[in-house]
């Protein structure tokens, strides 16, 4: 692809590979200084967050990048803030409720209930400044970002490790209140950004509330329970597992997650920020996109495929060599996962395509059908009594799902640019 797309893709990747490295290095101090316990606990905690955080800003900040002025886009900014300001503040009531009631939702402690709200808080507004960024190709400021974020919170958790032989409670929270103060670190900085390229556009009037709900409608009303629904079967294994087997196990799981997931997520977002804002040019400019999107799924496809087979050959022995004798098992977990994490970093490196064409209530369809398909391969597992089974089975439909979403989002490219070459005859 053009010049542009590989300089943009490279500054991001080139940061987020210093950022994922550093917090790599640090996880090699970290299991040790952590069990697969804690690491369980830690990971239904995010599993709670991360499907609250989709709720925060009804997703008006990804209509940043599409906006038509920077007056609308400025808006939608403050728009998405207000929102995730007030959700934080209601789930910040609601955790309390929950402390003073003594209820424990797949067993979290009181301390890690009260984080929630807070990580809800700075992760929603980090997003809308990395939206505002990634409109005006700060990419940067983007990289920058993350290595604030991740440097912050890797070195907090490692602190913490230390303390936690003095004081117990930094077991349970340590690994969590690590990743706040991360967050917290990024924000500043995010926000410095996102402000300093905000102040350096033209001084208009924004346009109002009303006429931008009612003109980026399908945001809330399809993007927002899509990513919704995603989010909560993507974590429904923790949240649900959690409940019927040991944290140990969850722990082991987790970790393979931690370590399939976070590659494929630095890669698809990385890819996603820059394709978005290229293909929404390019279809304001009515040119054409199949070449871009063929090649670029055929060689990110490809890559896949190589790092995937190694990984799966040598998981076992290298987590082991690693992290220590009490993480046997994980490459159990990573073989599983491996398919679909293969299909998913296409996928998600191509989720923008529907809101370019419009088309998200298809998109929030195979969530919801992924979701039951997840149920029930869940149920199965659980039913049988068998951790490995009920994985095994969540990651073969996931990745049947994704791979049908993948074939759609070519679809659509392929019938866009069919359309632009008759109506140019």
Not at 11 to 24: P, R, V
Request: some cysteine; aromatic content about 12%.
């Amino acid at each position: 692809m053009a010049s542009r797309f590989i300089k943009n893709s490279g500054t991001l990747l080139t940061g987020n590979i210093i950022a994922q490295g550093i917090a790599f290095l640090a996880y090699v101090v970290l299991l040790r200084l952590f069990t697969p316990e804690d690491f369980g606990l830690c990971n239904v905690f995010f599993s709670y967050t991360e499907v609250l955080i989709i709720l925060s800003t009804c997703k008006y900040e990804m209509a940043e990048v599409i906006a038509e002025s920077d007056a609308e886009a400025r808006a939608l900014s403050r728009l998405a803030l207000r929102l995730n300001a007030a959700v934080s503040l209601l789930l910040l009531i609601i955790a309390t409720v929950l402390v003073l009631a003594h209820a424990r939702p797949s067993g979290l402690p009181s301390s890690l209930l009260l984080l929630i709200p807070v990580l809800v808080f700075f992760t929603g507004t980090n997003r809308v400044y990395i939206f505002l960024c990634n409109r005006h190709r700060q990419y940067k400021q983007l990289a920058l970002g993350e290595v604030v974020s991740v440097v912050g919170g890797t070195l907090t958790r490692i602190l913490f490790g230390l303390l936690a032989p003095l004081w117990q409670l930094l077991h349970t929270i340590g690994l969590p209140l690590g990743s706040v103060l991360g967050k917290v670190a990024g924000h500043f900085y995010l926000r410095h950004a996102a402000l300093k390229t905000m102040n350096a556009q033209p001084t208009t009037s924004d346009p109002s509330i009303r006429s931008l709900t009612a003109k980026y409608k399908n945001f809330p009303l399809y993007v927002m329970p899509k990513e919704l629904v995603s989010s909560f079967s993507a974590n429904l294994p923790l949240m649900w597992l959690s409940i019927y087997f040991d944290k140990p196990l969850l722990g082991l799981f987790s970790l393979a997650l931690t370590f399939t997931q976070r590659p494929v997520g630095v890669l698809a977002n990385t890819f996603e920020k820059v394709f978005y804002e290229n293909s929404a040019s390019k279809v304001a400019q009515r040119q054409p996109l199949w070449h871009d999107v063929r090649r670029f799924t055929l060689l990110l496809g490809g890559a896949a495929l190589v790092v995937g087979t190694l990984a799966f050959l040598f998981a076992e022995p290298i987590f082991v060599f690693l992290f220590g004798n009490q993480w046997v098992g994980t490459g159990y977990y990573v073989r599983c996962l491996l398919p679909w994490m293969g299909v998913l970093v296409v996928t998600n490196s191509l989720a923008f395509v529907s809101n370019i064409f419009g088309t998200q209530r298809v998109d929030f369809g195979m969530q919801v059908a992924q979701l039951l398909l997840r149920i029930a391969a869940l149920y199965v597992g659980i039913h049988q009594g068998s951790f490995q089974l009920a994985v095994l089975l969540f990651a073969a439909v996931s990745a049947v799902v994704q791979a049908v979403q993948l074939a759609w989002y070519l679809y659509q490219v392929h019938r866009y640019d069919k359309r632009l070459s008759e109506s140019s005859e």
